[in-house]
């Protein structure tokens, strides 16, 4: 049996899903597309994102807080 976190971190994300959980404008990331800031996959036209690439950005940008 497969890790249930294994499967949702390869879930593929349509653009407004990503600009939802970013809270970010659709031109956003397609600027962070533009400058290779996030990866993604485009197949018929849809361009689509993986979760696990979503979560990388994030750790990747994280700052803790002093307090």
């Known amino acids: 049996m497969r890790d249930i976190r294994c499967e949702a971190?390869?879930?593929?994300?349509?653009?407004g899903d990503v600009c939802r959980i970013l809270n970010i404008r659709k031109r956003t990331l397609q600027h962070y597309r533009d400058k290779d800031i996030i990866p993604y996959t485009q197949i018929a036209g849809k361009i689509l994102y993986r979760l696990s690439d979503i979560n990388r950005l994030l750790q990747k940008n994280y700052v803790k807080r002093n307090t």
Not at 9 to 15: A, I
């Open 9 to 15: 971190q390869s879930l593929r994300l349509m653009t």
